[in-house]
């Protein structure tokens, strides 16, 4: 490995971007509920504060709303501020500020003003945090013109992703997900940036085209490994923007392999992967299929606590292996 390359893990990857922005500008300023001395509801934030003082890591009051419009406000005026929700599942309360404000003031002041606001939602399932506080919203943000929405699967690309996203002039709505923060992986030292709107082809493949959103993409990746040994050869997309997404990279991988899964961990209906089928259905690329386009996603129902429920609630392994063994040998 090179010597410039270490491990560091998700979380340390995000903390690392974060410091080298607020090195480089002084415009750069974190704002949310207690990340300042407690460091974040996940421990991300750590010791910025001490390193950079509560001018510009500050606590904000108990109102998503409050801290959202705050942010979006001191974006206009001259301000970079990245904004963290505990949860995304509180960006629930914040909607007015991020959908009514943030998207959409460039576009009703004709171009003279532009929203530089970074927001970190914490999502997904499988820390037992029930159904407030475990759901995969990015779909949501998605649907909004105006917003970027960016769900980086590794280490690398959440430190390159985020310094890309500050250096935007317009907001970007980061989705993390809860079970990559202890993930390691290799990162570069110093500033880099990953493109936001290119998705990333994890594993090349010739039978079956796998695209895959934040912590499904290991999944994919996993379940790629399982169908090689059975002889079948499965790519795998790391879509990582989900506005805008990529549609020459998918595009050209279902013109290759004739076939597309989707696997999302976010509600099927209405979902990130409804968006590629459409987009594919739509495209040169419908001619080359040979079998229906599969979505697998969240099923109809919040998360539940159980833990095997769960589990049951999002794609998994298994599941993913055994939907693509069917969609390769015909049985869809």
Known sequence: MDAAVRELSYSQAIQEAMAIAMEADERVILMGEDIGVYGGAFQVTGDLIDR??????????????????????????????????????FAALAMEQIVNQ??????????????????????????????????????????????????????????????????????????????????????????????????????????????????????????????????MDVEVIDLRTIRPMDRETVIESVKKTSRLMCVYEGVKTLGVGAELSAMVAESEAFDYLDAPIVRLGGAETPIPYNPELEKAAVPQVPGIVAAARDLIRGAR
Not at 52 to 69: H, Q, W
Not at 72 to 89: H, K, M, N, Y
């Open 52 to 89: 950079f003082g509560p001018d510009r890591v500050m606590d904000t009051p108990i109102s998503e709303l409050g801290g959202a419009g705050v942010a979006v406000g001191a974006a206009v005026t001259g301000l970079r501020p990245i904004f963290e929700f505990q949860f995304s599942d």
């Open 102 to 231: 943030a998207a959409k003031m460039r576009y009703m002041l004709g171009g003279a003003v532009s929203v530089p606001v970074v927001m970190r939602f914490p999502g997904g399932s499988g820390t037992g945090a029930a159904a407030q506080h475990s759901q995969s919203l990015e779909a949501w943000l998605g649907h909004v013109p105006g917003l970027k929405v960016i769900q980086p699967a590794t280490p690398h690309d959440v430190k390159g992703m985020l310094l890309a996203a500050v250096a935007d002039p317009d907001p970007v709505m980061i989705f993390e997900h809860k079970l990559l923060y202890k993930m390691k992986g290799p990162v570069p030292e110093g500033h880099y940036t990953v493109p936001i709107g290119k998705a990333e082809v994890r594993r090349e493949g010739r039978d079956l085209t796998v695209v895959a959103t934040s912590l499904m993409v290991h999944k994919a990746l996993e379940a790629a490994e399982t169908l090689a040994a059975e002889g």
